[in-house]
């Protein structure tokens, strides 16, 4: 058997070869011992590369196939049972980083399947040892973060420690203080307890996430793989200033252990999981109380599973699955616990959003702003539901730093909606046939020479007259966030750009309709409903115009800054650095970017066609907000469910143009939640708040004063 040492090259790829090959079903090429010694040299590697290099060579959802497996076979034959096998221990795994810190209770590993019959099968198991008929489950999402284990004595937060190898972690108080969602007193003295153990894990809200992402990405930077590792690496970052700057969350969801003052008795809410949840909550730690569910039976507990995993994007964290625990705290005392999991706690695993590819080769994609882009094609792989076949590469340092060649076995990933990602090559599976990806020194498109500013990861293409870039620029100026010209996707503005019907922004608005109707596709409607199209984006708000135009850095949310600041567009060829600076979120490159914009002559030039065009440059929210002012002025606005009436991103529009501001998340300083249909979690916690507006979509048509 191998062990926990420094596999040669030639072990580790006998080992993956080995996995990959009963993952594929191959196993009846084995005896029963050979399988069960081939499975733990396995998983023992992929442990070895996980848990002390951070580098996995499974997916999760294979590596989760390969334990499975070999407790079904250790179930099936007890002979074959190793001291040393991964069952029967929880795996190590510390830096030297943070002192280390001995958890009160060890902290398992839980049981998973992705089998609704595997449940039946743990449920008749939890009966058996109950001695019960029917047993009450409590449910809860399995958050994809990084696990914490926190110590309150006296009612005072005194250690935060990482999972570790289960029995010791890392002490990591001072970061974990650091969460805002964590209290640093709780009055547990007030129920008579000294001390308590309580487990939960750090996760970082999706939208923080995709802000923090777009925000490297605009910087050239890759972005990070998943929320989940995101968590992990903020952990063990040694500043706690930037932990800080993360905003990173936590969820409380067991209390591991608790010793009572002299005198005391248990607290009633501590005799069920359930109630447990409920009663953190009010004692103000962050519990998953809004999607814990308790159940009866099984059956029950499946089919919220299964409803549950179709739900999974719209809660405000990543979650991979659902943790189903035995409700009663004397039945899971009963039930005892493994060396590696709780009897009485199992989760149940959604589908995987991992898997492993090879790459086969690499394009280079001109933007709209001339970066070059290196997309990787790799062998279709389905993840999360979605086969990928292209991945992005962002900028040659990503590519030198991953180390990735043609030909590599890599890993990608892809969480929630975050665009498909290269996690690392398998580099120790090479076997000297991959190639190095070589960035090339010309535009793939037009043949200029690339240019790499030193302030800069990525290489430009600086003729603003190459093709590829005027199509994207093209592209973006009709897309729905910018002027909303339908029937003018990529494949059309390609079309129209090659045929010469468009050349350029400015060409959208004096087109050649007999051409267009000629062309195959285009009937009599198809043509009328692009011409409405073209001619309604002439009166879209000016922050619409200003995303549309394709400026450096500015984003939705910066158009939006930048319109409510000026009543006409053209105001801001005059206006200098230190005034753009004196915007909110507006910073050095940000206010170059576009200074460089507004003085270009080409730049101008194209904005007084588009005003010969007929386009609206001036700020007319200024003039409707002005006359809604004292109806939603200062006001926040939410909505959650599905609306019925408007779609969303119409509604939001109505808010803004009535001065009313459109916020991410339910909080204190939320002022109206608008309800839709299947109104979800945000609801249930705007009730608890007690300070938010409740509305249905025809009450909040009331307060605009729009006509039902």
Known sequence: MYLSIMYTQ????????????????????YT?????????????????????????????AEYDSLFSMLKKLEQEYPHLIHPGSPTQRVANGLTEKFPPATHIVPMLSLDNTYNPEDLRDWDRKCRELTGKTSIVYCVEPKYDGASISLVYRDGILVRGATRGDGITGEEITTHVKQIRSLPLAAPLSDYGIAEMEIRGEVVIHKDVFKTYNEQRIKEGLPPLANPRNAAAGTLRMLDPEEVRKRKLSAVLYHIS????????????????????????????????????????????????????ETKRDELPYEIDGLVIKVNDFEDQEKMGMTSHHPRWATAFKFKARQATSKLLRVEFQVGRTGSVTPVAKIEPVAVGGVTISSVSLFNEDVVREKDLKIGDKVLVER???????????????RDGSE????????????????????????????????????????AHFCSKDALDIRGMGIANVRKFYELGIVKDIAGLYHIDWTRVAALEGFGEKSVQNLKDAIQNSLKQPLYRLIYGLGIRHVGITMAKTL?????????LYNWDESKLLALEDVGPKVASSIMHFMKTPENQYLIDLLEQAGMNLSNQQKDIASHAAGTLSGKTFLFTGTLTRFKRSEAEALVEQQ???????????????????????????????????????????QLIGYEL
């Open 659 to 701: 001065g009313g501001v459109i916020v991410s998340g339910v909080s204190s300083k939320l002022n109206y939640l608008i309800t839709g249909a299947d109104a979800g979690s945000k609801l249930e916690k705007a009730k608890k708040l007690n300070t938010v507006s409740i509305l249905t979509e025809e009450e909040f048509m």
């Open 257 to 308: 252990d608790y010793v009572l003052t002299q005198g005391s008795n248990v607290p009633a809410k501590l005799h069920n999981h359930y109630d447990a949840l409920h009663w953190l909550y009010q004692l103000g730690f962050p519990s998953p109380v809004q999607e814990a569910k308790c159940l009866e039976g099984i059956d029950a507990v499946i089919a919220f599973c299964e409803e549950f």
């Open 10 to 29: 030639e072990q580790e790829q006998t080992l993956f070869d080995i996995g990959k090959k009963i993952l594929s079903g191959s196993t009846e090429l």
């Open 415 to 429: 969480a929630g909606d975050v665009i498909p990602y290269i996690v690392k090559p398998l580099s120790e599976l």
């Open 32 to 60: 029963p011992n050979q399988l069960a010694e081939n499975l733990r040299n396995v998983i023992i590697y992929a442990d070895w590369k996980y848990y002390l290099h951070s580098n996995p060579v499974f997916s999760d």
């Open 435 to 474: 190639q190095s990806i070589v960035f090339p020194t010309h535009c793939p498109d037009c043949g200029e020479v690339l240019d790499k500013p030193e302030d800069e990861a990525v290489w430009r293409c600086i003729n603003i007259s190459c093709p590829s870039q005027v199509i994207e620029r093209l």
């Open 563 to 571: 319109a409510s600041s000026v009543t006409h567009l053209k105001d």
